[in-house]
């Protein structure tokens, strides 16, 4: 035998049978930083309910229409048009009538559907797509006034109106739209002549309501202001709503078992036990995140107003849009949430107009800002759409939030001090033993979400996350 296949020493594979592996604890990928729940300002609730008193509101905002589909074809319904505030007080059976005279209209994108000072004015809901409406300001530039997306309406009031439009309406993609003209509004009030009085008094009655309220259709407060003497000091009342809104804390559990012969017998270097509650515990505060922006009942986009929800202009999401979403949450906002690859796409859009954002450290993670407003990151807000291998292209959204009960904004709910509580509103409790020796852990975990006022929530719809740019050829397209 060869000096060569002597062996000298003990091998590797025999010596690890005497040594102890260094061992981590259990690894989760489904782990995220959950920011939202650090960020959310907690509030105590008693016996798990939270009322919200608001002040009165004597004219609410538009909802948006849910449009219902026939064989993939759009239809519209007069149970759609009573979802509009000036046809509510118009006789059923003349708004079953209006109803069946709005035409669905199918244009292009870039094609407009009314052009200003060429036709005449027109009262349409969208359908589907998105669409803008523009109008040419005094200095002759194209003022955007509004955009629109599907179950969105606009132009009711002057629907007897015979004077050419002041606006144009243009489809940003290809939309359809479901229209009234004035010649078939016309021809019903032939047939209905009292017709044409009900619609000028619904228009008139909008009209005296919003010269009584403020931008949140809350009733002015009478006050009076001069240095006169004798002025007569009006006299005024602030009113509540009737019904106001009430929260009850949501409930996420789970049963955790476990053999006792493995948590009496393999506790060491880990806790058997512990450790199986702990990634429970991470699951259901993932869960947790994400009934909070998603829950139908209380969830952020749910609770959302239409009148707060804008679209994307372009699709990708811009530093435009996210300010056009701080216009709309002004008053002292905390804080962006998005899904990762949003935030990519919003970068995207930074690195090609050259106005890079500002990171801070957050919690011990890097988050990007605008405007001093955090873009926090979070993959509870879904894509919506296709998928090639995994890689996002759809659409999702932007939501910009205000926080606090000083601020009425956005709180989170819980209920401290509840029995067997292992932290804030989450309790873990000993079921009992099967007849095979296996124990059961029942984890309950009690929260939810409520928006003290509209404006504490803004929502950017729409947006597109598949989106980028070709660099090499900006030259060419910039010129």
């Known amino acids: 035998m060869s000096d060569n296949n002597i062996q000298r020493s003990i091998t590797t594979a025999t010596a690890r049978k005497l040594a102890n592996t260094t061992k981590s604890a259990p690894q989760m990928g489904a782990i995220t930083p959950r920011l939202l729940l650090k960020l959310l300002p907690w509030t105590q609730v008693e016996s798990g309910t939270y009322r919200v008193n608001r002040t009165k509101v004597e004219l609410k905002k538009d909802e948006?229409?849910?449009i219902q589909y026939l064989n993939g074809e759009p239809v519209l319904t007069s149970d759609n048009l009573t979802e509009i505030p000036l046809f509510q007080t118009i006789d059923r059976k003349i708004v079953d009538q209006l109803a069946k005279n709005f035409k669905p209209v199918k244009i292009g994108r870039g094609k407009n559907l009314v052009t200003?000072?060429?036709?005449k004015k027109r009262f349409f809901i969208v359908a589907s797509g998105q669409s803008e409406v523009v109008s040419i300001g005094e200095h002759g530039e194209e003022l955007r006034i509004a955009q629109l997306s599907g179950g969105e309406h606009f132009g009711e009031a002057d629907l007897l109106s015979a004077e050419d439009s002041t606006v144009s309406v243009r489809a940003l993609t290809d939309s359809t739209f479901f229209v009234l003209d004035t010649p078939a509004l016309v021809s019903i009030i032939k047939k209905n002549p009292t017709l044409s009085a009900e619609f000028n008094n619904a228009v008139?009655?909008?009209?005296r309501i919003k010269a009584t309220v403020n931008e949140h259709g809350e009733k002015h407060i009478d006050l009076v202001s001069g240095h006169e003497e004798d002025n007569v000091i009006p006299e005024t009342y602030i009113d509540y709503e009737e019904n106001p809104r009430e929260y009850s804390l949501n409930t996420l559990q789970t049963v955790v078992r476990v053999h006792t012969r493995v948590s009496d017998l393999y506790n060491a270097p880990f806790n058997q036990l512990e450790?199986?509650?702990r990634l429970s515990i991470e699951s259901i505060k993932e869960r947790q995140e994400w009934e909070l922006i998603n829950n139908t009942k209380f969830g952020l986009l749910a609770q959302a107003n239409?009148?707060?929800?804008i679209s994307a202009r372009y699709g990708s999401p811009t530093p435009d849009d996210l300010d056009e979403l701080l216009s709309l949450v002004w008053k002292e906002p905390a804080f962006f949430i998005a899904n990762p690859r949003t935030i990519a796409a919003f970068e995207r859009e930074c690195t090609w107009r050259g106005v890079p954002p500002v990171s801070i450290d957050l919690f011990g993670t890097k988050v990007i800002t605008w405007r001093g407003v955090p873009i926090i990151p979070s993959d509870k807000v879904e894509i919506k759409g296709q998928y090639l291998t995994n890689r996002g292209i759809g659409t999702t959204e932007i939501i910009l939030v205000r926080v606090g009960e000083k601020s009425q904004g956005v709180i989170g709910l819980h209920q401290a001090g509840i029995p067997g509580e292992i932290a804030p509103s989450l309790s873990a409790r000993l079921m009992g033993?099967?007849?095979y020796g296996v124990a059961s852990y029942l984890l309950t975990k009690y929260f939810s979400l409520a928006t003290l006022t509209d404006d504490a929530i803004a929502v950017l719809e729409n947006v597109e996350v598949g989106y980028y740019h070709d660099y090499q050829n900006r030259n060419s397209v910039e010129k």
């Open 433 to 435: 033993l099967d007849q």
């Open 275 to 277: 450790q199986q509650l």
């Open 306 to 309: 239409p009148a707060y929800k």
């Open 204 to 207: 008139e009655k909008q009209l």
């Open 116 to 119: 200003q000072g060429k036709d």
């Open 64 to 66: 948006r229409i849910a």
